[in-house]
């Protein structure tokens, strides 16, 4: 009784509900000759039924509550990073624009100014190298001293 | 909404309203259908405003799930404890994850699949052998697979087993992935679908583990209780 | 997109309106070298014209707007704004602002007591006294919601929403 067998297999699956339609319909239709199918099938629902019904564990309020100060603390960091992470790069970006923008202007005033001074001076180049090495130099050294100082702050707060 | 979404939506509905109605039978307990369909709209738009970085979004979601999450974890590590630190770990990956999250996907299968994997690497680290072997039997469990609860007192452990009776005892006594997919099945009432998704497994596996499950779930209650009623 | 129409609020209207004057400014400016300019790259190139009086002028617009988010911004966070402002417009190339921004303070909290702003560190209000963050029940000092353990002391700390005994 080959079918037999197979029906057995597909009874606790059609208890837990997660059969195909035509499988459901194979099972029925043995299930109506065979006495033994029948009473197999009940015992499993009446398992099924007891699992539905078992008594749902609940997460102490406590706990649930540290869950969603935690959690959300954490999306908001995650967004603010990814904004201040977005702004930073903008302004990098225009940083390196302002740093371009500025050799033009350079070479309008001194180039003039060191074509007077030093005559068949053409070396652009250093000037504009010399500039922005100085701009930025000044400009790093600004940082070191305001984040000293910030930290500083922020230790005695 | 544009016409055609709202078009698309309600053949969206009514298909899934008609595919429903065959599986009514074997799903119990989700009652009236507007009121189910109506929830899915309501998650899908909390869903989107997490994406978005909307705390109340977040609290809402995180009270929507807080029972079904804990209970599912209580299911595969056996310790409220832990099953309490897991639960705030996983809270904690939904914030860090969403935005990567895919708005398409199953926000529960997701969700479940990240509380499942934290379970596992905890279960890994802590008690590797649970993961793959059913529990001890019901005498010699009481010590050694069991660790103290640090914060909850034994006692409510205890009371928890009573209420569950002998079914929730010979359940905990099956090996993990057995009681998963069982949790899954019958408390959660999840579609196969859902849980060959969050097990990350095909359909077949998931229905071959289900059958297993219930054959040794079955023949652990006769075994413990002989002839008598387990309910 | 609506965070960055958010924080472009901040910037106060005078900025808004300066910058909108060096636009001007600036275009014709540039409208006036270009034409009575002598450079033979720029008389060949109309592209590079068109380049030529669009972009600087933009740059400044943005550079304009910027500082006054700076100023606006430096004094809701309770910082020195003025400082602030001065660096982010004399640190040349853009590198004060980038400094500000990487700088800056977190956003000041409004004191559920009496409304003021306080800065964001703070445990306790400063002009009526109410607690801002929850409190360590063994040594006192500020700690953040969702905590299980004091930073400072290690204890043990109870759920955020509870009442402290």
Redesign the interface.
Known sequence: MNDHEKIRELLTLLAAGVLEPHEEKQVMDHMRSCESCSAELEDWKLLAGGLRRLPTPQPRALVVERARAQAQIRLNEEFEHRWNRGVIVGLIVFAWVLTLLSWPLVRLLTGGLLGMLVPGFSHDWIVFGAFTTSVWLAGGAAAVLLSMQHRRERRLA | MSLFEVLARSMDMIGGIASFR??M?????LGDPAAYWEGQVALESDVAQ?RG?D?DA??AL?TRY??RL??YL?RLVRE?SE??DL??QT??R???K??QFDPRRNFEAWLFTLARNLAIDHLRRIRPESLDQPAADAAGESAAARLPSRE?PAIEGIL?RE??GR??AA?ELLPMVQREV?TL???E?MK?EEIAEVLDAPLSTV?TR??RA??R??ET?ETQYPGEN?? | MTRFTEELSVIPRTARFIAALAWILATTGMILVVTLGHDRDLANSPALRAFVIAFPPLVFTIYALLIGYVYADAKRRGMRYVMWTLLAVFIPDGIGIILYFVLRDPPMRTCPGCAQLAKSGFTFCPHCGTSLLPTCPNCGRGVEPGWSNCPQCGTKLPAPGTRAA
Do not use: C, D, M, T
């Open positions: 065959l599986n039978h074997s799903i119990s307990g997490l970085g705390l977040l609290s995180l807080q029972n804990y209970r209580l409220p099953a309490e639960f705030q809270w904690l939904v914030a860090e969403i935005r909850r928890a209420r569950a079914l929730g359940l069982l099945r019958f408390e009432e196969l229905k289900l059958r219930l054959e779930l079955r209650l387990w309910q």
